[in-house]
């Protein structure tokens, strides 16, 4: 049964920084797609970031800013986040789907259950 666990969302000040991870078990983890999605009150998920392998994609409005890394021996999916605007507030997503990366949700198999991040002005 795979499982993702986000954590490390909280609220921060504009300007600042935040580190989020999702811990995956019960799934060959070198062989997944992980990515990172967003939503917004109010709004469509939308795709932040992606890694496969050594590959990572963005989205554009947080090239930069963000980056996206993997341990495979840990089964770990980070999220570094820095120069935070309030516009990055929302719940974040980790998911996985056993293809290639896609800023699409709807094609990726397993999904965490959130964490909240909320950048204050």
């Known amino acids: 049964q795979v499982r993702l666990v986000e954590s490390g969302g909280g609220l921060v000040q504009a300007g600042g920084s935040l580190r989020l991870s999702c811990a995956a078990s019960?799934?060959?983890?070198?062989?997944?797609?992980m990515a990172w999605f967003r939503q917004a009150p109010g709004k469509e998920r939308e795709f932040v970031a992606g890694v496969i392998r050594v590959g990572t994609n963005y989205a554009d409005s947080v090239k930069g800013r963000f980056t996206i890394s993997r341990d495979n021996a840990k089964n770990m999916v980070y999220l570094q986040m820095n120069s935070l605007k309030p516009e990055d507030t929302a719940v974040y997503y980790c998911?996985?789907?056993?293809?290639?990366?896609?800023?699409?949700?709807?094609?990726?198999?397993?999904w965490g259950q959130g964490t909240q991040v909320t950048v204050s002005s």
């Open positions: 998911a996985s789907r056993l293809s290639t990366i896609s800023a699409t949700p709807q094609v990726y198999h397993y």
């Open positions: 019960g799934m060959t983890f070198s062989s997944f797609a």
